[in-house]
């Protein structure tokens, strides 16, 4: 299965991705994860997103699209659920070209208030070891500050800010909504309330993948 699953900052992409592919053994591949990886290192690219993440900007789309293509090209025949990308237009076309006569089979499309978007972000913490998800109201971890899975410290990504979410917001209803017209032109699009508990979201989408896999 090859899947496009896109939403404003917040929507939950993360933490339904990791339930997807738990699920359906596919694999994760979250344009905004690369490119922290690639800061982390140091390299080339992740210094030259740096300043762009930081200020809620969109990557410029041609060390995108290079680099979402050499990711699906690496995660081979299994199958992969993209998280983040594409967003935007330009970035949904190169990537038809680039898929050439594969195609995405689903294109789910999470729904959220923007008024949710600023608790979700300003309470969101990640595990900087295995990237687990958490919120200190809505998903707390077991023990408060450290991850469940590795005990690691909790950290607040930079982005978070009520500042950056904001402009984030700006730069999603500009450029990536649009996204979601593109696809609804060619490829079904698949709507969700994302406002619900994060259990209920994954029971609707487990419900439409689960009818895919078996048609
Ligand atoms: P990216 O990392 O993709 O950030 P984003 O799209 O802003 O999305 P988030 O990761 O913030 O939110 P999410 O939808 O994954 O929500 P999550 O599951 O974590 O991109 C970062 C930056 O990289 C961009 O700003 C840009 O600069 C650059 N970039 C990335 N891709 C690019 C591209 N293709 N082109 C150009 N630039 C690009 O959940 C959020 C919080 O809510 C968590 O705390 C979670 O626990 C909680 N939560 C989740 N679901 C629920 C629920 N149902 N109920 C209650 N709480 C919930
Ligand atoms: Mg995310």
Do not use: W
């Not at 969109?58 to 979402?68: A, N, Q, T, Y």
């Not at 959220?112 to 295995?130: E, F, N, W």
């Not at 450029?175 to 609804?184: A, D, I």
């Amino acid at each position: 299965m090859r899947i496009v699953l896109l939403g404003a900052p917040g929507a939950g992409k993360g933490t339904q991705c990791k339930k997807i592919i738990k699920k359906y053994g596919l694999k994760h591949l979250s344009s905004g994860d690369i490119l922290r990886q690639e800061r982390a290192e140091g390299t080339e690219l992740g210094k030259k997103a740096q300043s762009y993440m930081d200020s809620g900007a969109l990557v410029p789309d041609d060390l995108i699209v290079e680099m979402m293509a050499g990711a699906i090209s690496e995660a081979g025949d299994v199958g992969f659920v993209l998280d983040g990308f594409p967003r935007t237009v330009n970035q949904a076309e190169k990537l038809d070209k680039a898929l050439e006569a594969k195609k995405i089979d689903q294109v789910i499309n999470l729904i959220i208030d923007d008024k949710i978007v600023m608790s979700r972000m300003t309470g969101r913490r990640s595990c900087p070891k295995c990237g687990a998800v958490y919120h200190v109201k809505n998903m707390p971890p077991k023990v408060a500050g450290k991850c469940d899975n590795d005990s690691a410290e909790l950290i607040q990504r930079p982005d978070d800010t009520p500042q950056v979410v904001t402009k984030r917001l700006v730069t999603y209803h500009e450029q990536t909504k649009p996204v979601v017209g593109y696809y609804e032109k060619t490829n079904t699009v698949y709507d969700i309330d994302s406002g619900q508990d994060a259990d209920q979201v994954s029971d609707v989408i487990f419900e439409k993948l689960d009818a895919l896999v078996s048609a």
